[in-house]
């Protein structure tokens, strides 16, 4: 990956990113099949090809390390972090401008390169019992076949598992991270949705001329272990329509220095949509609840992550 300047613009990679064997990017046209009444049942004269949209997923399992660029291109751009010394918070909330991308991969076959990428939705899910994911959608501008950028360093990354996730829940307008709730959360799914569109312009371009932004969509999805009496009291705020503030905390093992760690947090202000009862796992009754954002003025976001590590810069 490489941040462009300007989007669509292609820049040389700086960072070499690591990436699960199932990511990919395409470049898409839609075939227009012409048919015409011409006396037989052949009536196919022709096909054209419509503009061209690229999309794809890049999934990795999550890092405070890695993550970064991801958080930039589809959360908010130009995000810079706090911290004089070894330790850096990076502290993304919504924004209305994303990083564009130059990406470059290799499918096995030979090397390409996409330009004007961003995310169009991110998703951040898993269990105690598995991986948590990140899993970005990409939009870009266009796509061609291009060489890789050489001798780009490579690192050995820190990534964390299911287990190491940390579930919160406080009053809405409090302190995010303030009440633990233990012994009941067993999987969780995040996602952001940018609202994002291909857009094109008449100036015979087969390539998108932008990419737009709509409004932002933010939902959890959280099953709780129903026995302990966190879930009766989060139905009961469910059914009285009360707001709430979540935190999913992740890591927090691997040491950055001193008694600092790096972590993930999730803080997501809103209240609960939706109630299902009846699921099971592990011989236990599940109840998972569906949490829709809310913005929150005395926070001052309605979603926000903040991945605390030792990197001063991304890219």
Known sequence: MGKETTAGTPVAATR?????????????????????QRGARENVMAQTLGAEMVEGTLKQPLSANEIIELLLSSVKGAVTPSGAGAVKLWTVGVGTALDPLTIEWDDGARPWQATGCVGSKLKISGSVSDMTMVEMNVMGLAMVQNALTGALAERVPTFIEGWETRLYIDAFGGTAGTTAVNGTLVNWEVELDNGMEHEHYAQNDVNAGVITVGEVSATAKLTFRADPAVSLTEWGNWDAGTKRLVQLKFGDNVVIDGADKEFVKINMAGAWSAVELGGSNQNSRMYELTYQYIYDPTNVYGVQILAQNGRASAY
Not at 18 to 35: E, G, I, M, P, Q
């Open 16 to 36: 070499k990113m690591y990436f699960t064997a199932d990511s990919k990017l395409s470049r898409k046209r839609n075939a227009r099949v012409h048919k015409f």
